[in-house]
């Protein structure tokens, strides 16, 4: 009704007076744009294609003069053993640590979520978000010192059990799993919340109709609470699975990428080949290749993870 | 305003700003000139470190002092950053006016013409040991003065009463001798190693002592255009001494390797019996741990060969070419290297001195006792050679060394690694 009535107005607007309206929207939204599109446009649009450019050319930023190799540090990339590492050991932290976050962060909502008092439940949503607010350099330094293997935290619990300490983050058998537990301290709070938001949003009628079918809780959970929370697993995903791609200052700080290179992620290998061994050429180049990764794991997330329906 | 005109105007802003944030200029590196009253500023960075950040500021004192017309703006940074903080101070053309460089670091430098060529280079350099003074220097020619030896090798910390508790009343003389005290230094509890008789297992010795036993063997690590050679009988020798120690004689572990704490801290906290590390680490022991139930003594040779070694050129200062007071920066530099100042800068910082005058003078014996066994072999050094990347090298010495210490890759395979990856690196950096 309403709609129709706006629509009889509108048509009885001058055209001229139509036009300039028009315009006046279009300066708003372009006005509104400009500043975080010149933004992006020299933050983040200008390097990616600098980056580009670049690695195409062997780089010394000491240097006055770049080489011209055309793909020649892509080549190389692929013959690199250091290279192809830092990528396997990429994916697996990826998939590991996304995997167990979403496993944790969700159980962990889940249980926030059954909570009916609204100050306690506010209060655990505090505590799990807590640690997400410390920097990650900061944290990745207390870590450090409690995976010590003479007077750690950790060997100090083992010892207490007699068990025998543990090199934690120099044996390679534990390196990784180590910097991965304490990403997962680290970071779990953002997911927690973002699970509880999508948790409240599925209507309760479903329960209802749920408990008086008579369906168990894993039955509820299984085929209410989980595709109900298909869109808000979607973007959880995606977004863990960019920022751990993207994980550099615990592995920078807790390891440098070692024991034999079991901790060199991708953005460590590209950093340390910019900046401490001057190969700008060549760590432009495996920016590129990451940056492919990121997109194409990126697009399949989104593919699979498409849904048809609203609640 | 015509609507084209304001987003123009927004544009430009929005650049302006861009521009101001990315080349705003700041007190550290290339702001430095002569100002009005005639007064020069220089700027100089160096590395943060107790010993050494004193030691520089008693001597910019001085200097002022004598030159009431310099200023010395004297900025340091943590050594975690420093190395880049200086890169991107010289790949943004501001670059400090006095720098102090690590002189493995120098090479990239100079083959770029970055750095000021010190007049009189021929004359200079005679003053100076070979192994300081290599990588500062550049077909001949001397692109900065070394202030010290950066010595690893030669020299070992040792317990007296520990060694007196096995019925050893003297140092080990050689090499044989220093396995079999290391081996009865040993203590074990439940398998587990107590205290170590002999620890080399650091970041910088596993390297350093791999290199000088070669040259022992009267062999050489470098081969041609600037790669290593490490295929050689001798190279094979080498490694399987020391992967042996670990591995067979278990007198060392690599428990501690990559923690936060030094080799030197373990053998101070009575970890170890006899620990191989450079003289530097004698200050930290009197320093930090307050102890002196210990001696520097000498490290036998391997062979029946005098114990050369390999060494790295060490802390020293050099002048930015785009600095515009490049007399004064000159001077300054020359006036920290004269022999009086640097027998202070030597002597408060622990440091071994890179010049002959200093080094053989008996004063400065007489005042660093502890000194006697690295003083004694100085000459003995060769610099390490023209390494592209220094932690890159390092790194692959190291990691392959556990992977051998630990049975899981065999001393012939490890070797080929490094071997491989080193002049692979080497390559990338020509």
């Known amino acids: ?311 | 305003m015509h609507f084209s005109k304001f987003m123009l105007i927004l544009a430009m802003v929005c650049v302006v700003f861009a521009e101001a944030g990315c080349s705003s200029s700041s007190s550290s590196g290339g702001d430095t000139s002569a100002n009005p009253q005639g007064k020069v500023n220089l700027v100089f960075w160096s590395h943060q470190e107790d010993a050494i950040v004193g030691a520089y500021k008693k001597l910019i004192s001085k200097y002022q002092t004598l030159h009431p017309d310099v200023t010395i703006e004297y900025q340091t940074f943590p050594y975690d950053v420093y190395s880049q903080k200086l890169k991107a101070s010289f790949s943004a053309k501001k670059p400090p006016d006095i720098a102090e460089f690590f002189g493995t670091w120098v090479p990239e430098y100079s083959k770029n013409d970055l750095l000021v060529e010190i007049p009189d280079s021929e004359n200079v350099k005679k003053e100076y040991y070979d192994a300081p003074l290599g990588g500062y220097l550049r077909d001949n020619k001397l692109y900065g003065l070394p202030l010290e030896y950066n010595i690893e090798n030669g020299g070992m910390l040792i317990h007296p009463q520990m060694l007196k508790d096995q019925g050893f009343d003297h140092a080990p003389s050689n090499w044989t001798e220093l396995v079999d005290y290391a081996k009865k230094l040993t203590v074990r509890e439940n398998n587990v190693i107590k205290v170590k008789g002999f620890d080399f297992v650091s970041a910088d010795n596993i390297t350093f002592t791999f290199l000088s036993l070669i040259l022992q063997q009267g062999a050489s690590f470098m081969g041609e255009d600037g790669h290593v050679n490490f295929h050689s009988p001798e190279a094979e020798k080498a490694m399987s001494t020391l992967v042996s120690l670990v591995a067979d004689d278990q007198v060392a572990d690599l428990t501690t390797f990559g923690g936060e704490l030094d080799t030197s801290d373990y053998f101070f906290q009575g970890k170890s019996a006899m620990t191989y590390r450079g003289p530097w680490t004698i200050a930290a022991g009197q320093n930090n741990y307050k102890v002196d139930d210990f001696e520097y003594v000498s490290v036998p040779s391997f062979t029946e060969y005098p114990p050369v070694f390999a060494a790295e050129s060490g802390w020293g200062l050099a002048v930015s070419k785009k600095s515009k007071q490049q007399a004064a920066a000159l001077d300054f530099i020359q006036f920290i290297s004269e022999k009086e100042n640097l027998t202070t800068w030597n002597t408060d910082t622990f440091t071994v001195p890179a010049k002959k005058e200093i080094a053989e003078n008996p004063e400065f014996l007489k005042n660093n006792p502890h000194l006697k066994p690295s003083l004694a072999i100085l000459a003995l050094g060769q610099w390490i050679g023209p390494i592209a990347d220094r932690d890159f090298f390092f790194k692959q010495v190291n990691d392959n060394f556990q992977l051998m210490a630990s049975g899981q890759q065999s001393v012939q395979d490890g070797l080929a690694n490094i071997e491989q990856t080193i002049n692979d690196n080497q390559d990338q950096h020509k």
Do not use: C
Request: aromatic share 14%; charged share 10%; proline share 4%.
């Open chain 1, 1 to 311: 009704m309403s709609t129709a009535i706006s629509t009889n107005k509108a048509d009885k607007v001058n055209p001229a007076v139509k036009s300039t309206a028009y315009r006046a929207k279009r300066r708003f939204i372009i006005i509104s744009l400009v500043p975080i599109l010149l933004l992006f446009g020299v933050f983040a649009f200008l390097p990616i294609a600098w980056s580009l450019g670049l690695s195409a050319f062997k780089y010394d930023p000491l240097s006055s003069n770049a080489i011209f190799v055309g793909a020649e540090n892509y080549i190389r990339m692929f013959q690199d053993s250091i290279f192809l590492k830092s990528l396997w050991v990429t994916f697996k932290f990826v998939f590991i640590a996304v995997l167990i976050n979403i496993v944790i962060t969700l159980l962990i909502a889940s249980a926030i979520q059954r909570v009916r008092i609204p100050w306690l439940k506010n209060g655990f949503r505090t505590v799990f978000f807590l640690p997400t607010i410390a920097p990650l350099a900061g944290t990745a330094i207390v870590w450090n010192t409690m995976f010590n293997y003479n007077d750690g935290l950790f060997n100090m619990i083992l010892a207490k059990v007699n068990m025998a300490p543990i090199q934690w983050l120099s044996d390679p058998h534990y390196a990784l799993y180590s910097v991965i537990m304490m990403t997962l301290w680290a970071d779990i709070g953002y997911n927690i919340v973002l699970f509880i938001a999508g948790l409240d949003s599925i209507p309760d009628m479903y329960y209802e109709a749920a408990t008086l079918e008579g369906a168990g809780r894993w039955h509820v959970f299984l085929h209410i609470t989980l595709p109900l929370l298909r869109r808000t697993l979607l973007f959880v995903s995606i977004t863990t699975v960019v920022s751990y791609f993207q994980a550099f200052p615990q592995f920078q700080i807790m390891t440098k990428g070692g024991p034999f290179n079991e901790t060199r992620v991708l953005s460590l290998q590209i950093y340390e080949q910019a900046f401490s061994s001057s190969n700008m050429g060549y760590a432009s180049a495996m920016a590129t290749v990451f940056l492919m990764i990121i997109l194409l794991v990126t697009l399949l997330q989104l593919r699979w993870g498409r849904t048809q329906w609203e609640h």
